[in-house]
Each structure stands twice: as C-alpha cells, then as structure tokens.
T-cell receptor, first 116, second 111 residues
Framework: GAGVSQSPRYKVAKRGQDVALRCDPI?????LFWYQQALGQGPEFLTYFQNEAQLDKSGLPSDRFFAERPEGSVSTLKIQRTQQEDSAVYLCASSLGGDRAVVAAFFGQGTRLTVV | QKEVEQNSGPLSVPEGAIASLNCTYSDRGSQSFFWYRQYSGKSPELIMSIYSNGDKEDGRFTAQLNKASQYVSLLIRDSQPSDSATYLC???????????WGAGTKLIIKP
C-alpha cells in the first residue's frame, strides 16, 4: 500500500482479554517501530524491528506485551490479560533504512485501545 | 532518566507571523533531533530533522540546534491556519533505536 496501515482502528477489550494489533508497513521498509501514546503525551517507544529481527524490546512495559514480525513485513503487537492502564493509542511506524540513526519516518493511523 | 521538555501551550500566533517552538533535552550525548506535527486525532508526521549545530531550512520551516545549550527550536514563517497542530520534539542519542519524545506544544494560528 501507499502508507503504513494499522488494524483495527479501534478496539474495546474487557479487562483480562488478550488483543492483537496489526501493522502493515510500507513495502520494502526495513525498520518498524511500535509506540504507545497516552492522551496529551508524546509517544513512548515500545520495540524496534530491523527486518524480522527484534533488535530492541526494552520499551515493552511488561511480559504481557509481545511483538513479532516473522517475515520482515507485517508486524503484530499482542497484549495478554489487558489492564486498564493499557488503554492508549498504539502507533506503528516504518522507515526505509536500517542504520543506527534511524528515525520513525512514516506512522500509521494508530489503533486506539480502550480496556473496560 | 533522559527527558525532553516542551511548553505545552497553547501558543497562539496571528496568521502570517512567525511561530517559534522550543524544546530542551537532558542527555548531552543526544545526536539526532526531530520535529513532528500531529493534528488532533491523527498520527505524528515528520517535518524536520537536524543533526548538527546551526540552522536548517526547509520551505517555511527552520530548525535550530544548539548542543551546548541542549536546545532545539522550530520556526514557522508566514504561519497559516493549517499549521495549527501539536508539535512534538524527539531526540535520539545514537546508541539505540529509541526516540525520546516531548509531550508537545499546541500551536494555534489565528486568522
């Protein structure tokens, strides 16, 4: 596609439910980022993939959060046993390059997760 | 803890004037600096990057970096109502893939 695509756009989950958020990056983009953005705040880094390799997962807030990108294109962020504090917008971004000075160049429209 | 600070605003500027947005960062080792624009309910959009001291111009936008003062700014000339958005500053120290973000400054351009 022309841009980064995320689905679903909105997700309401009951506390304790597992959710899976999908990101389809721009074709050919090596770098893929997941960010979490709370209302009125800047995004917070969750994890980074370079192709299929997860090179940095230090931002994942707990072991309930898991991300994968098995074929180096589509990525899935999974949250197990959702809690109310997980409510936020989850942003995916991709970039063409894979060097260390990489920047999150193109963002998807985000998935707004509400845990009730 | 590495921090990026921005005035939350709102900053109100008349149409046609220069809007000046400021950002300070705590990590002296920071190497890469970025400005993003985020419209309400939308995702961030990268508008400028700067890596060395001085000014970098791109159309109506100018980014200014002063590493000694740990300060980066964004100037928007000839401000338009369509520039009304939240502007986010983000910083990378070059040792990893993480951007540290400020909370953003809300800019309002008054017609």
């Amino acid at each position: 596609g022309a841009g980064v695509s995320q689905s679903p756009r909105y997700k309401v989950a009951k506390r304790g439910q597992d959710v899976a958020l999908r990101c389809d990056p721009i074709s050919g983009h090596v770098s893929l980022f997941w960010y979490q953005q709370a209302l009125g705040q800047g995004p917070e880094f969750l994890t980074y993939f370079q192709n299929e390799a997860q090179l940095d997962k230090s931002g994942l807030p707990s072991d309930r959060f898991f991300a994968e990108r098995p074929e180096g294109s589509v990525s899935t962020l999974k949250i197990q046993r959702t809690q109310q504090e997980d409510s936020a917008v989850y942003l995916c971004a991709s970039s063409l390059g894979g060097d260390r000075a990489v920047v999150a160049a193109f963002f998807g429209q985000g998935t707004r997760l509400t845990v009730v | 803890q590495k921090e990026v600070e921005q005035n939350s605003g709102p900053l109100s500027v008349p149409e046609g004037a220069i809007a000046s947005l400021n950002c300070t960062y705590s990590d002296r080792g920071s190497q890469s600096f970025f400005w993003y624009r985020q419209y309400s309910g939308k995702s961030p959009e990268l508008i400028m990057s700067i890596y060395s001291n001085g000014d970098k111009e791109d159309g109506r936008f100018t980014a200014q970096l002063n590493k000694a003062s740990q300060y980066v700014s964004l100037l928007i000339r000839d401000s338009q109502p369509s520039d009304s958005a939240t502007y986010l500053c983000a910083v990378n120290d070059g040792s990893n893939y993480q951007l540290i973000w400020g909370a953003g400054t809300k800019l309002i351009i008054k017609p």
